[in-house]
């Protein structure tokens, strides 16, 4: 059964990189599936991050491309997010996932890894 | 962008009676839509995918219809477990933009 979990810092000073890593267990990472990112900002909806496909290809949402990379690490079975120049509006809860296409349907998730943007 | 607009933003049903939620794109999609349940605490599980079809372990009291702009999730006997916030997503464009959930709560 494929389970996923994210780890990184849960505080960030505005202006820095936030970097997170999802480990996969339970499936190779470089087998299939998209490898996603959704954040849920406090009491608000979900927004698609970005994707990376099992052999490395990138998706990103338009909005955060410019501060955006995704990386795949196969040898660790894991795929991590850095986002720069982060500010307030970046304060969310952080979500990887495994998904059939490049920006939906996610199945499974991680269990959300809270990150607040703060000095 | 497409914009996904959910109703109501809250549900009170009682257990055992049906469920029906709403939403809206603000342009024709096809049937690229998919249901999502997150539970307090918990992160999004996928119901529905393609406007009807249920994912793997999901229970047949969900359903799921529409087309083009107007779809629907439908909760039929409702369940304590049921109760919960529930996500529509489109994906028929590049961002894969979310509504903005519908509680459905206990009445």
């Known amino acids: 059964q494929m389970q996923l979990q994210e780890s990184g810092p849960g505080l960030v000073k505005p202006s820095e990189t936030l970097s997170l890593t999802c480990s996969v267990s339970?499936?190779?990472?470089?087998?299939?599936?998209?490898w996603g990112w959704i954040r849920q900002p406090p009491g608000k909806g979900l927004e698609w991050i970005g994707s990376?496909?099992?052999?490395?290809?990138?998706y990103y949402n338009v909005s955060l491309q410019s501060r955006l990379t995704l990386s795949l690490d196969t040898s660790k079975n894991q795929f991590s997010l850095k986002l720069g120049s982060v500010s307030a509006s970046d304060t969310a809860i952080y979500f990887c996932?495994?998904?059939?296409?490049?920006?939906?349907?996610?199945?499974?998730w991680g269990q959300g890894t809270q990150v607040i943007v703060s000095s | 962008e497409v914009v996904m607009t959910q109703s109501p933003v809250t549900l009170s049903v009682s257990p055992g009676e049906r469920a029906t939620l709403f939403c809206r794109a603000s342009?024709?999609?096809?049937?690229?839509v998919a249901w999502y349940q997150q539970k307090p605490g918990l992160a999004p599980r996928l119901l529905i995918y393609?406007?009807?079809t249920r994912a793997t372990g999901v229970p047949p009291r969900f359903s799921g219809s529409g087309s083009g702009t107007e779809f629907t999730l439908t909760i039929d006997s409702l369940q304590s477990e049921d109760f919960a916030v529930y996500f529509c997503?489109?994906?028929?464009?590049?961002?894969?933009?979310f509504g903005q959930g519908t509680k459905l709560e206990i009445k």
């Open positions: 996932a495994a998904g059939i296409l490049r920006n939906a349907r996610f199945d499974p």
């Open positions: 339970g499936y190779s990472v470089n087998s299939g599936y998209y």
């Open positions: 990376i496909s099992h052999d490395g290809d990138t």
């Open positions: 342009q024709s999609i096809t049937s690229s």
């Open positions: 393609g406007v009807s």
């Open positions: 997503q489109q994906y028929h464009d590049w961002l894969g933009t």
